[in-house]
């Protein structure tokens, strides 16, 4: 069974376009993310949402907007697509709170590739 | 920024130990040390993390210096699936809102037949 499932894969567009990606996790887990990895392979946090809301958001444009609408789900929108936009995109999830040692890592999802044109 | 520094690639020769340094100097006493990879076109996995006692699990081993400034991560016998880029991340547990993983460089780890 999948724990962290993206769709698509694979996203090609041309620029100006708007397009959405789809998260989901059958883990049970509070807490989702979305992390981008550029061309370097640098993979950078932009947004995590925490029972539905919203607490880290990284300085990211406001041309990309997530959205929860339940625990087990985190979309990202993104309008006007540009160039610099082509990346591989990762969604995570973790359980928070006190526990165990499994408790806090977070497990990724197999990433979506976008290819801005 | 990441708060660690690795060597940005090593080899090592499948069945033999892979150790895998990390430099955290700057650490403070309540960061965990948390080590991920990334298999080639994968998402990230979690590894390990410890605070400042050596844990190990089924995959690996991670040894932290007495001063916390640095540690080593030890899979003990490498296989060519090891092959990935292995991240050391210095965060604090996070006990109620969750946390974001600052990834740096990492290190590119080759394992050779």
């Known amino acids: 069974d999948t724990a962290v499932s993206q769709t698509p894969k694979y996203l090609v567009t041309q620029m100006g376009n708007d397009k959405s990606i789809k998260c989901e996790q059958n883990l049970g887990h509070d807490t989702m993310y979305w992390y981008k990895q550029d061309s370097k392979k640098f993979l950078k946090i932009m947004f995590s949402?925490?029972?539905?809301?919203?607490?880290i958001n990284e300085t990211v444009p406001n041309r990309f907007s997530p959205k929860s609408p339940d625990k087990a789900h985190l979309n990202l929108h993104i309008n006007s697509l540009e160039l610099g936009d082509s990346a591989v995109y990762f969604c995570a999830s973790s359980q928070v709170g006190s526990g165990g040692p499994s408790y806090n890592e977070q497990f990724f999802g197999p990433g979506t590739r976008l290819t801005v044109l | 920024d990441a708060k660690t520094t690795q060597p940005p690639s090593m080899d090592c020769a499948e069945g033999r130990a892979a150790n895998l340094p990390c430099n955290h100097s700057t650490i403070s006493g309540n960061e965990y040390v948390y080590w991920y990879r990334q298999i080639h076109s994968q998402g990230p996995q979690y590894i390990i993390h410890g605070l400042k006692n050596n844990e190990t699990n089924e995959m690996a081993s991670l040894i932290i210096t007495e001063d916390r400034k640095s540690s080593t991560l030890i899979l003990p016998h490498a296989t060519l699936r090891d092959t990935a880029v292995y991240y050391c991340?210095?965060?604090?547990?996070?006990?109620?809102?969750?946390?974001?993983?600052?990834f740096g460089q990492g290190t590119e780890l080759s394992v050779k037949p």
């Open positions: 991340i210095v965060r604090p547990r996070i006990y109620n809102q969750g946390g974001k993983l600052i």
């Open positions: 949402y925490n029972n539905k809301e919203l607490i």
